[in-house]
């Protein structure tokens, strides 16, 4: 899988748009974008994922780059409740010979403040 | 509700007695995982199942056991526990085993062998 680097750490004002970058250089073809957040020693949590579409949920939206060097998750309005570890993770799908393995680093810690 | 649950959620042992933590999904999920979690590691795979009675070893599965003779279920086994095994331990389960599909977490447990 391909290696990510993101910042270790973000704050960012309650309301307002929280943007997470993630870089992803060495990413493959038919390698997706999947983000997870661990709020403070709780089980990792789903996101989104992509491959390069841009892609939005209930939760966030997913802006990948024309060239899928790198990543932008945007939390459109921040609460207090979104301050966690932000992981990104670039993989292959286990049918391609992935595995379904998800390896996190070390993520960025977002705080969002009053 | 749909969960991945785990128990105990926290345990403190001693070295070499044997421990079980259990793990249960109510999703009907083919595969299931463990993972630990250790500060400045990030999380790394112990042992994963496709489904029942299929099984594989993560990438740090030495000191472990894990079966899965029910879909839902998914024990993971310390028979000689020793102090390095302390660490945050996470269940994850997802649909099916293609990779594209979210895991879900179990909310941890937090063991400690002394």
């Known amino acids: 899988d391909a290696k990510t680097t993101q910042p270790p750490s973000m704050d960012c004002a309650e309301g307002r748009a929280a943007n997470l970058p993630c870089n992803h250089s060495t990413i493959s073809g038919n390698e997706y974008v999947y983000w997870y957040r661990q709020i403070h020693s709780q089980g990792p949590q789903y996101i989104i994922h992509g491959l390069k579409n841009n892609e939005t949920n209930e939760m966030a939206s997913l802006i990948i780059t024309e060239d899928r060097k790198s990543s932008t998750l945007i939390l459109p309005h921040a609460t207090l409740r979104d301050t966690a570890v932000y992981y990104c993770i670039v993989r292959l799908p286990a049918i391609t010979g992935g595995g379904n393995k998800l390896t996190f680093g070390t993520g960025t810690q977002l705080k969002v403040e009053l | ?114």
């Open chain 2, 1 to 114: 509700e749909a969960q991945v649950t785990q128990n105990p959620r926290y345990l403190i042992t001693v070295t070499g007695k044997k421990l079980t933590v259990t793990c249960s999904q109510n999703m009907n999920h083919e595969y299931m995982s463990w993972y630990r979690q250790d500060p400045g590691l990030g999380l790394r795979q112990i042992y994963y199942s496709m489904n029942v009675e299929v099984t594989d070893k993560g990438d740090v599965p030495e000191g472990y056991k894990v079966s899965r003779k029910e879909k839902r279920n998914f024990p993971l086994i310390l028979e000689s526990p020793s102090p390095n095994q302390t660490s945050l331990y996470f269940c994850a389960s997802s649909f099916e085993t293609s990779g594209l599909n979210e895991q879900f977490f179990g909310p941890g447990t937090r063991l400690t062998v002394l």
